[in-house]
């Protein structure tokens, strides 16, 4: 186990809802990444937070959006929800450090159906 | 675009054999390579990573060969096990930030 939990770790949304998707990190890391991962490929980047600000971002649109806590926990929102965004969301965390990072560490996921 | 591909996305191999998975890159700027393994269900679990700076790197039961004149990456199993059955990425990072680029991924079975 890597330490980093996701909740929930299943959900089922309408086209055109929101919906809040959220990550621990990994005692001492204080980044936090988020990836899309659809069936049968690879994950790709949506973002990332470091010290509470975003700290890089993939080819995603804005309601694509995210915050990260004093705790280092973070929030994944999406809006106007589209099939298209049905997919495994991931979280990693990693540290930060004079610079470089640490190797990332994954939750499970959380698994989104959208209808 | 930058991208990061497999050349093989099924891997089928017997029980003690040893397993090789490829990986081509195509972004010369990134200095940093990972393997990652992905159980189904579970998000990808870092098997071993690799700096440019170095052509090899050995851990338990796994090998990472690079070969940055063709840019090609590869994941060495020793003594291949039914436990390693798994999906396998292999991931690049540039040194400026922790955005990792996968790749589609390789399936491993292992047969008894």
């Given amino acids: 186990e890597t330490g980093v939990t996701q909740s929930p770790t299943h959900l089922i949304k309408t086209r055109g809802q929101q919906v809040t998707l959220r990550c621990s990190s990994q005692s001492g890391h204080n980044t936090v990444s988020w990836y899309q991962q659809a069936l049968g490929q690879g994950p790709q980047f949506i973002f990332q937070y470091y010290r509470e600000e975003e700290n890089g971002r993939g080819n995603f649109p804005p309601r694509f959006s995210g915050l990260q806590f004093p705790n280092y926990s973070s929030e994944l929102n999406v809006n106007a929800l589209e099939l298209d965004d049905s997919a495994l969301y991931l979280c990693a965390s990693s540290g930060f ?13 959380t698994r989104l159906t959208v209808v | 675009g930058e991208s990061v ?55 338990q039961r796994v090998t990472v060969l690079l070969n940055k004149t063709v840019k090609h990456l590869s994941l060495q199993i020793a003594a291949t096990q039914p436990g390693d059955s798994a999906v396998y990425f292999c ?10 680029t996968f790749g589609g991924g390789t399936r491993l079975m292992v047969k008894p």
């Fill in chain 2, 5 to 59: 591909g497999l050349h093989l996305p099924t891997l089928s191999v017997q029980e003690g054999d040893n397993s090789i998975i490829n990986c081509a890159y195509s972004n010369s700027a990134s200095d940093y390579f990972i393997w990652y393994k992905q159980e189904s269900g579970k998000g990808p679990q870092f098997i071993i990573d690799i700096r440019s700076n170095m052509d090899k790197r050995q851990g």
């Fill in chain 1, 97 to 109: 450090d004079r610079g470089l990072n640490t190797e990332a560490f994954f939750g499970q996921g």
């Fill in chain 2, 91 to 100: 991931a690049e990072r540039r040194n400026a930030g922790n955005m990792l």
